[in-house]
């Protein structure tokens, strides 16, 4: 195997660690294990940084390109105003 299909292995594995910890922490009740998912989480996105800056730097992952600054705010805007909807939502369970 070579170095370019083992670090994009690794940064495709750690992709889904990241989704995977990140279910488990807005499903989790427990706060205290919630917050140990939560810096499990963190390490991983760490780790995504750091992969994804070796192959950039080897130029075997092209990122997506840098978005203008004013569409970056209206969907921000349109997130956030979505994320409010949400709140009090009645299909929200506590499991």
Same mark, same amino acid.
């Given at each position: ?29 427990? @706060? !205290?294990?919630? *917050? ?10 760490? &780790?995504? /940084? ?22 970056? @705010? !209206?969907?921000? *805007? ?10 009090? &939502?009645? /299909?929200?369970?506590?499991?």
């Amino acid at each position: 195997m070579q170095d370019r299909e083992m670090v994009l292995d690794a940064l495709a594995m750690v992709k889904h660690e990241i989704v995977d910890l990140t279910k488990a922490a807005i499903e989790c009740s427990n @706060q !205290q294990l919630r *917050q140990t998912i939560i810096q499990l989480r963190d390490t991983a996105e760490q &780790n995504h /940084m750091n992969l994804t800056q070796i192959a950039n730097e080897n130029k075997w992952y092209i990122p997506s390109p840098i978005v203008d600054s004013q569409l970056a @705010q !209206q969907v921000k *805007q349109q997130l956030s105003s979505a994320s409010f909807s949400t709140v009090g &939502n009645p /299909m929200h369970v506590k499991v």
